[in-house]
């Protein structure tokens, strides 16, 4: 329904919104979009609520090195988003970066004899910073739609569906590589690829095998 091809240096991220743009331009706006992990930013959940369209995205889990220090985990946070330490200190709002994320800081005093230090910071003045990004609510109502028993099954889909594109795309097609140069044929080398892909499924609904004697 919709493919836009990028350099490589594009992150997937970036593409969603003009894609589902493309999509709802062709063939209307989706009930739901389901995707993997990588997609599970504040901005996109963000883009897709305002359209009202369901998400359907894994929440995307950071791996903590077992001598790293104290994430998001260890901190607390009350419905006023005022963030809390493992001490029960409070980290107070001190500004919003251009990245659209918002800065909790520790008091240093405080921080400076606390026994968990060692294992929240290694900052020079005894601070913890912790940031929450301004849209950072859409993503856990993501996280907790990812639970409902209507979005599951939609999410299950893709990798019946999406993920099974990509590998015959891959495998059958000629995707993994390409021996033509510049997005705009590239591009041309997509479109065909899934269209053929598309009339091979529209075959395969269509086709009707032999009636029994």
């Known amino acids: 329904m919709g493919t836009i091809v990028t350099p490589g240096n594009t992150h997937d991220s970036h593409i969603l919104e003009p894609l589902v743009e493309q999509v709802i331009e062709r063939v209307g706006k989706p009930e739901a979009v389901a995707a993997d992990a990588t997609y599970t ?9 305002n359209k009202e369209i369901t998400p359907a995205l894994p929440i995307h889990v950071l791996v903590q090195k077992k001598d790293s220090f104290a994430n998001m985990t260890m901190f607390t946070m009350n419905t006023s988003i005022v963030i809390f330490n493992p001490s029960g200190e ?8 251009k990245e659209g994320y918002r800065e909790y800081k520790s008091p240093k005093q ?6 968990f230090l060692s294992r929240c910071t290694e ?9 929450r990004h301004i849209w950072q609510a859409y993503v856990e109502e993501a996280d907790h739609l990812r639970h409902h028993q209507d979005v599951k099954p939609i999410y299950a889909k893709r990798n019946e569906t999406i993920e ?3 590998a015959d795309a891959k495998e059958k097609h000629g995707m993994r590589w390409t021996t ?3 997005l705009k044929k590239l591009s041309m080398q ?9 009339l ?3 075959a395969t609904w269509t086709w009707k095998g032999p009636k029994m004697a």
């Open 190 to 198: 997509a479109m065909l690829t899934f269209a053929a892909i598309n």
């Open 41 to 49: 930013t504040p901005v996109i959940t963000s883009y897709l609520f």
């Open 164 to 166: 099974r594109v990509f």
């Open 90 to 97: 409070t980290l107070k709002y001190s500004t919003t970066n």
């Open 200 to 202: 091979k499924k529209m």
């Open 123 to 131: 900052s020079k003045d005894y601070q913890k910073v912790v940031t």
């Open 110 to 115: 405080i921080c400076a004899t606390c026994s």
């Open 180 to 182: 033509l140069r510049g």
